[in-house]
């Protein structure tokens, strides 16, 4: 069954970028019926949608994050990616990887999440 | 960006009913906002209860009903149980991008 798994640094460095990347076993990140988010919680703060990839279309961010945010994906190594830039504290989250219909949030396979911390 | 609203917290006795509901700085909330309502337990990843409002996801339990009131949208849980002690999240589109609320945690008591 399908199955994501987050993977990155632990702990980033302001003002540096963050990367992460998600990988997908069980489904095909080409399949173009789906399309792949990434989504934080702040400690003690609500969930965040900071942006989203489908195959073969461009992705699209939270405009909040936008400047920041670039997603990408690789079908050959069944990986997509997140790269967060010019870090402060106020990026430490959690972070969590998630599938979702083409075009709806309704999110149906997430993974564990991996905490990240930015601190000098 | 706009900022979505819920409240912090609830109590609902067991067998109870409870609404909770999510709001938006930028005006009314609208059936254009796509309203999802997430669950989400300790340790689990968020699961969809409500979409587009007021449709029940196909593992929702039907005490669970979503609805459009008052420039809000709500979630009306009827006949509480313990296991649905849980935060539930709701979730607006904003042409396109998506924004959670802050999350309400109900506890079941």
């Known amino acids: 069954h399908l199955q994501m798994q987050e993977s990155g640094p632990g702990l980033v460095k302001p003002p540096e970028t963050l990367s992460l990347t998600c990988t997908v076993s069980?489904?095909?990140?080409?399949?173009?019926?789906?399309?792949w988010g990434w989504i934080r919680q702040p400690p003690g703060k609500g969930l965040q949608w900071i942006g989203s990839?489908?195959?073969?279309?461009?992705?699209y961010y939270n405009p909040s994050l936008e400047s920041r945010v670039t997603i990408s994906i690789d079908a050959s190594k069944a990986q997509f990616s997140l790269r967060l830039s010019s870090v402060t504290a106020a990026d430490t989250a959690l972070y969590y990887c998630?599938?979702?219909?083409?075009?709806?949030?309704?999110?149906?396979?997430w993974g564990q999440g991996t905490l990240v911390t930015v601190s000098s | 960006q706009a900022v979505v609203t819920q409240e912090p917290s609830l109590t609902v006795s067991p067998g109870g009913t409870v609404t909770l509901t999510c709001g938006s700085s930028?005006?009314?909330?609208?059936?254009?906002?796509?309203p999802y309502w997430f669950q989400r337990k300790p340790g689990q990843a968020p699961r969809t209860l409500i979409y587009?409002?007021?449709n029940r996801h196909s593992s929702t339990p039907a005490r669970f009903s979503g609805s459009l009131l008052g420039g809000e949208t709500a979630l009306t849980l009827s006949g509480a149980q313990p296991d649905d002690e849980a935060e539930y999240y709701c979730?607006?589109?904003?042409?396109?991008?998506?924004?959670f609320g802050g999350g309400t945690k109900l506890t079941v008591l």
């Open positions: 998630a599938r979702h219909p083409r075009w709806y949030p309704d999110f149906d396979y």
């Open positions: 069980g489904a095909s990140v080409s399949n173009n019926s789906y399309c």
């Open positions: 990839i489908c195959y073969s279309v461009n992705s």
């Open positions: 930028s005006g009314a909330v609208t059936s254009g906002h796509y």
């Open positions: 587009d409002a007021t």
């Open positions: 979730l607006l589109s904003y042409s396109g991008a998506w924004v």
